[in-house]
């Protein structure tokens, strides 16, 4: 692999620094050498989430030079489980304010460059240029084929890494030297045909986990040692607290890093990925109504029936009085506990689910069916100020 | 041929929580067909509807993408592992109004 950052020759350590660094110094695989390649390097972090968390915490910590974060959000409290540069005090809080003070309490040496925005087809090139090293701590895919795209036409190095309830996969991208994204996944998943929200949750060390591994990818690539995970696939199981190492080949046929690339510049990606505004959020439209109004048939006591389609761990942590489990799966094979000619609300936690519920019965004929707006969520909001929401 | 297949977590919900499945076959496409045959729900998510294995599930035989060997008519031996590898997404949510394919945490 070719040297990403050059020995600087001009940079130096402070004593402050010197003793700082001085774990990292004793090593010789890092040195003076590496300790000045780290100070000279500009590394870039899209999010400070899960992932972004750990990254920029140890990314910092190590002393890279300049760290770019590009995130644009709020903490909140579902946060906190996992995305440790934040605290309780900062929630309300833009994540870029909160990630740089803490960065700042850590190592005051590092210089932290914010972009408070979206990433997008027109800004990316321009974020990208001024580093070195990118690493994606995104979790949707119009992002992550955007960072890839990119990456590979600056011919910049990707470290990635991706969870998913209690597996992980990291990788290195890096099209110069090996495959890129969409060799490995040229086309991203339709969405609704993989399983939705109702699957989702992670435990909060897992991106810990990634984050840290990709952290070690990023200081490798700078100091020039090691073996990078470039074309290699790393999957980790937490349950079963495997690592597991797959090949990953460059495609000749890749359309942004093969031999006849047919993507020269930036798309797309929402497009591509089949992501178009609000028809995303509710894949059918359906027969809706409002958590006011579901509570004023329950006060007038009209007869109806409240189904609840999340999952059973979701009905443990709070439930509509009244209603009825059926997770969403289920809801084909037990159509028949229902009937038609009752009055019906399916709801979930957000009302996507239930929407997919709603579709499933009126294609069965059910008429006399609505689509609770907002699930759960609504109901905290409008109805029930004591019902948790998570 | 008694061969492993990995199942990942997101498509476990298909195959009745099972982490991995026991079968038997010659090559990679007869377990595949083994698999979806004993769980039917599990075949839109590995197949096109035109028969043809979706781009973002990538199956490996042990540590090799089968789309290096002989695709799905890549003979097995006794105690290979097929490993199911889709896209997975979690990390940072961009858009936080927008739940996403494959989980939603950020």
């Known amino acids: ?390 | 041929m008694s061969v492993k297949v990995v199942i990942p977590t997101p498509l476990r919900q298909y195959t009745e929580k099972k982490e991995f499945v026991e079968l038997e076959a010659k090559t990679v496409g007869e377990a595949l067909a083994g698999l979806t045959g004993q769980y039917g729900d599990l075949r839109r998510h590995l197949y096109t509807e035109e028969g043809k294995l979706r781009t973002f599930v990538n199956i490996y035989l042990n540590d090799e993408d089968i789309r290096y060997l002989q695709k799905e008519h890549t003979p097995l031996s006794a105690n290979d592992v097929i490993s199911i590898v889709p896209s997975i997404a979690g990390g940072k949510r961009a858009e936080p109004t927008k739940d996403h394919f494959y989980g939603y945490v950020d």
């Open chain 1, 1 to 390: 692999m070719a040297t990403l950052i050059e020995s600087p020759v001009s940079t130096r350590l402070s004593k402050d620094e010197i003793l700082r660094y001085s774990r990292h110094l004793i090593m010789p695989e890092v040195g003076m050498d590496g300790q000045l390649k780290l100070k000279q390097a500009r590394v870039l972090c899209i999010g400070a989430g899960g992932l972004g968390s750990p990254l920029a915490l140890y990314l910092s910590a190590a002393g890279v030079g300049k760290l770019g974060i590009v995130d644009f959000d709020v903490v909140d409290f579902t946060n906190l489980q996992r995305q440790i540069i934040h605290d309780t005090n900062d929630v309300g809080r833009p994540k870029m304010a909160s990630a740089r003070e803490t960065i700042a309490d850590i190592n005051p040496n590092v210089e932290v460059v914010g972009y408070e925005t979206r990433l997008t087809s027109e800004n990316a090139l321009d974020i990208f240029r001024d580093f070195d090293i990118v690493a994606d701590g995104t979790d949707n895919f119009p992002t992550r084929y955007l960072v890839n795209d990119a990456c590979v036409l600056l011919g910049k190095p990707n470290v990635y890494g991706s969870i998913f309830r209690f597996e992980g996969q990291a990788s290195v991208f890096y099209a110069k030297d090996g495959p890129c994204y969409r060799c490995l996944y040229p086309e991203p998943p339709p969405p609704g045909l993989v399983p939705s929200c109702a699957e989702g949750g992670v435990l909060g060390v897992l991106p810990g986990i990634v984050g840290c591994i990709q952290a070690m990818e990023v200081i490798k690539l700078i100091i020039g040692r090691g073996q990078p995970l470039i074309g290699r696939l790393l999957l980790f199981d937490a349950l079963g607290m495997k690592f597991r190492e797959l090949k990953l080949r460059k495609n000749p046929e890749c359309p942004v890093c093969g031999e006849h690339p047919t993507v020269a510049k930036l798309i797309d990606y929402d497009q591509f990925c089949g992501v178009r505004g609000e028809d995303h959020i509710v894949p059918i439209s359906v027969p809706e109504i409002t958590a006011r109004d579901v509570k004023k048939m329950m006060d007038e006591k009209k007869p109806f029936v409240l189904i609840d389609v999340r999952e059973p761990h979701e009905f443990q942590i709070c439930r509509i009085p009244g209603s009825t489990l059926i997770p969403l799966g289920e809801v084909p094979k037990r159509m028949n506990e229902l009937n038609s000619a009752d009055e019906i609300v399916v709801h979930c936690r957000s009302g996507q689910r239930s929407a997919q519920a709603v579709g499933l019965l009126m294609k069965a004929g059910f008429r006399k069916i609505h689509n609770l707006r907002g699930g759960v969520l609504a109901w905290a909001d409008q109805v029930d100020s004591n019902m948790p929401k998570y």
